[in-house]
């Protein structure tokens, strides 16, 4: 797909792209794609922090990644307080009866946690081993008095970003 130089980033590590006058930073965070041992023998995963040369026009994003809920994660809001757009992979994901993806009650925490002044759910409907819906985490999220903040898009919508 013509990607040439692609890499690894440790937690925290920060990667800069330019194209033209342009830059975007890439900062990896904390991600645990399963609780305890378990993750030992899962992929490894991470979340990442987008922020453009130009904040006025995209701002700062999150994207969780396959995690789950973990006490590495507070770090993020204390690094990036002002996050303007999150975009959480939810599901519910279990494997031999493990979640290895938020549910929808982790989801409501990491909303909480990054405090977007929006989210945007997905990765909840990829495969047929999801056991948390949309639905569940829409109605976590109201009940939370997150509602207000979040935008559902579905296959083929877009988020206007400036």
Known sequence: MGFTQARGLDTWETLTVTKGERRLSITACPARHGPGVTDLVLPD????????DDR?????????????????????????????????HLGGTKVLGILVTMDAEQGVQAVRLVDPDVAIPIHYDDYDVFTSSLEDFTTAAEQAGLGDRLRVLHRGDSYPMG
């Not at 994003?61 to 789950?68: A, K, M, Q």
């Not at 204390?78 to 757009?85: M, Q, S, T, Y």
């Open 45 to 52: 995963v991470m979340g990442s922090i987008l922020q453009a």
């Open 56 to 88: 006025s026009r995209i701002g700062t994003i999150y994207i969780s990644g396959d995690t789950l809920m973990h006490d590495e994660l507070d770090e993020i809001p204390r690094r990036h307080p002002d996050v303007d757009l999150g975009f959480f």
